[in-house]
């Protein structure tokens, strides 16, 4: 996977990818996440946007931008027909990247608790779990923030 700034012509496939890979956490949460129906336009104009590619099809999106002393991922998903090599791992690990070239400490990213292959794949990756609350919007649901140093 090769990983680069995101351009307004991606928009179509990053909203595809983001939709696609919420859809079996949809189901379960009974809710659809914010960042299944985020509107990507805005984080390409902040510069905020990158996708992952293969062959020039674009297979990832990551959507991180600095917060006080951390970068914080809002989305990193990778299109379920590319998950399970490593391209998760490698978009997390960008993501460092960009946060250590920021001079910032470390990434921060929130996810529910009932996703339960994403909390392994960031344990994998090297975040812990830096508090819970409740969803914004969903009471009954139950957020993790986690956090990895760079």
């Not at 460092?96 to 292959?117: C, F, H, I, Q, S």
Request: net charge negative; hydrophobic share 45%.
């Amino acid at each position: 996977m090769r990983i680069r700034r995101a351009v307004t012509a991606d928009l179509p496939a990053m909203q595809s990818v983001s939709a696609r890979a919420y859809d079996e956490y949809e189901r379960r949460l009974g809710y659809t996440p914010a960042q299944a129906c985020v509107d990507c336009g805005p984080w390409i104009a902040r510069h905020a946007a990158w996708v992952g590619e293969h062959d020039s099809e674009v297979m990832a999106v990551l959507l991180a931008e600095p917060e006080g002393h951390h970068l914080r991922v809002f989305s990193a998903v990778v299109d379920p027909v590319w998950q399970g090599e490593g391209n998760g791992t490698a978009l997390l690990d960008f993501a460092a990247g960009l946060a250590k070239d920021a001079g910032l400490a470390e990434v921060r990213l929130t996810t529910n608790v009932k996703m339960d292959r994403n909390l392994a794949m960031y344990a994998h990756c090297g975040f812990e779990v830096a508090g819970h609350g409740p969803h914004p919007v969903h009471a009954a649901h139950m957020m993790a923030e986690l956090k990895r140093a760079v």
